[in-house]
Structure formats: structure tokens, C-alpha cells
């Protein structure tokens, strides 16, 4: 490799790096996950509209065990199983545990951000995917569900939250 490819790549990993936390918070091109969780009590966030499948807290509940299991494999560094069925990531999720619920979401957001900026964001850790394109494919499930997070509050007549929505 020339030392112009090497400069590249390392700009290129670098920018990347930069890109990730922004993916997994959002607060630039989305409404950011602080902002979309703010000023919402455990009744409103356990409380599931008419005609959509889910809470917020259940969505919530949902990105936390992707996390966790992503987490665990680029911690652990070898690959682990997918659950068997979708249905065996979602958890019922009700307002004694709203709390809990969101307090882990906030930890394992603050273990993420400790990977973002690895320098072996190319390596292989989940069967064919890098560290980098695991940490890219799960801040983009995060930021899915925290869409729906949105349209679930608007659905519900709890947005925007108290700071404002993405609204100018």
C-alpha cells in the first residue's frame, strides 16, 4: 500500500469514527435519542397507541437487547447466534420498569461510544462483518426504532418533547 492509499484509509477510518456516535445519538441529520426519550413519564412510555404494535418503552426495551448482544460480540470478540425468532428480542414492558429500562439504554449508548473510535474497526468479529459494520448496522437499527420512538409520542400527543422536537 502507497503511503497516499494508507493516508486515505486512515482519513477514511477516522471520518468514519467521527460518523458513528452521531449514528447511534442522532441530534443532527434526526432528532437525537436524548431529545426523543426527554420529558416522557412511565405511564405515557408503557402506553401503546391505537393501531401500532408498540410502546416506546418496548421499543426502548428492543434496541437495548440488540445492543447488549452486539455489544457482547465485539466485546467477547467472536461471533454469537442470532435468537431463533424476532419475537424472542421484544419484551413486555411495563411502568416499574420504564426506569430501569432507560437507564440501560443510556449505559450501553456509553459503552458504544468506548468502540466508535477502535483502531481495528476492519477486523472480523460476527462472521463475515467488521466491528465497523457491526457498530454501523446497529447505530442504523437504532436510529429505525428511535423514528418509531417519535411517531409513537406524536401518536400519543406527547411531542415534541420539552426542549423541542426537529422542527424550525
Known amino acids: 500500500m502507497t503511503d497516499t492509499q494508507a493516508d486515505r484509509n486512515e482519513r477514511a477510518q477516522l471520518a468514519f469514527a467521527r460518523l458513528l456516535p452521531k449514528l447511534f445519538r442522532g441530534g443532527q441529520a434526526f432528532v437525537g435519542v436524548e431529545a426523543a426519550l426527554s420529558g416522557l413519564d412511565a405511564a405515557v412510555a408503557v402506553r401503546r397507541p391505537e393501531g401500532l404494535p408498540h410502546s416506546v418503552a418496548e421499543l426502548v426495551a428492543h434496541v437495548n437487547w440488540w445492543n447488549r448482544w452486539m455489544l457482547d ?26 426506569g430501569r429500562v432507560k437507564a440501560e439504554f443510556y449505559e450501553l449508548l456509553a459503552r458504544v461510544d468506548t468502540h466508535t473510535a477502535r483502531p481495528d474497526l476492519a477486523n472480523p468479529v460476527n462472521h463475515d462483518e467488521t466491528i465497523g459494520e457491526l457498530l454501523a448496522d446497529f447505530a442504523l437499527h437504532t436510529a429505525h426504532h428511535f423514528g418509531q420512538v417519535v411517531t409513537v409520542r406524536q401518536a400519543l400527543g406527547a411531542w415534541p418533547p420539552p426542549g423541542g422536537g426537529d422542527t424550525w
Open 73 to 98: 460480540v465485539i466485546e467477547g470478540g467472536q461471533a454469537m447466534p442470532y435468537p431463533k425468532h424476532a419475537a424472542d428480542t421484544w419484551s413486555a414492558v411495563g411502568e416499574a420498569d420504564w
